[in-house]
């Protein structure tokens, strides 16, 4: 079945450090939507994204959709102690209704 | 005024148990959904409802039995529990199937079968 993987599995970071995750599709993905998951927490949305090569930002975020609509990636900027948790890309698979969540990368920010 | 709500937060059980965890949403969403979480932090869909109608049924095993009565529910009841029952579920919703759609997650259930 289609898979979706994520790399790093966790990173740990000094605040002020750049960070970066990398989705990666084995199927071409008609778009492609971020999570945050704070720790204890649940899944939040962050962001969507749909055409090929597209970049949006968030602030100290920056997310982008490959050219050939297979990988992602969410880089963001000097990290603070408040982007601690796990990200999750994911994507359409199968049936409309079904998202396919990636793997997950958690980071961890340290002062 | 919370959205996606689920009860409980905390299930403990002995193995052989039956239980079951609750789902309400209030965005007024006609899609919802159970994901399973392991220890790993791996999200699985298990089941999706739209209108009350069964979409979605991965490879879980039939001791799971969803159940929805109206569209802003969605119950999961889970027969015989098993020690690899542990982890967090999450009911989620959408507008609609449209796989464009944001899902909303609830809090979580996190359950501990001894």
């Known amino acids: 079945g289609q898979q979706v993987m994520q790399i790093p599995q966790y990173q740990h970071v000094q605040e002020g450090e750049d960070f970066t995750t990398y989705c990666n599709s084995s199927t071409t993905l008609s778009n492609i939507q971020w999570y945050k998951q704070r720790p204890g927490g649940h899944p939040v949305f962050l962001i969507q994204l749909v055409k090929s090569g597209e970049v949006k930002k968030q602030k100290r975020l920056t997310f982008q959709f490959g050219e050939a609509k297979k990988n992602s990636s969410l880089h963001i900027t000097a990290t603070q102690t408040t982007d601690v948790g796990t990200y999750f890309c994911?994507?359409?698979?199968?049936?409309?209704?079904?998202?396919?969540f990636g793997t997950g990368t958690r980071l961890q920010v340290t002062l | 005024d919370t959205a996606v709500s689920q009860t409980p937060k905390y299930l403990v059980t002995q193995m052989g148990n039956d239980k079951s965890i609750k789902c309400e949403q209030n965005?007024?969403?006609?899609?919802m959904y159970w994901y399973k979480q392991d220890s790993k932090k791996f999200l699985k869909i298990m089941f999706s409802y739209n209108n009350k109608e069964l979409i979605i049924n991965e490879t879980v095993p039939n001791r799971f039995s969803p159940k929805s009565p109206d569209k802003a529910h969605l119950n999961l009841h889970i027969n015989s529990l098993e020690l690899g029952d542990s982890a967090v579920y999450f009911c989620?919703?959408?507008?609609?199937?449209?796989?464009?759609?944001?899902?909303?997650f609830g809090p979580g259930t996190r359950l501990l079968v001894l």
């Open positions: 994911a994507g359409p698979t199968g049936t409309a209704s079904k998202l396919t």
């Open positions: 965005l007024g969403h006609d899609t």
């Open positions: 989620a919703s959408s507008q609609d199937l449209d796989y464009r759609e944001t899902q909303y």
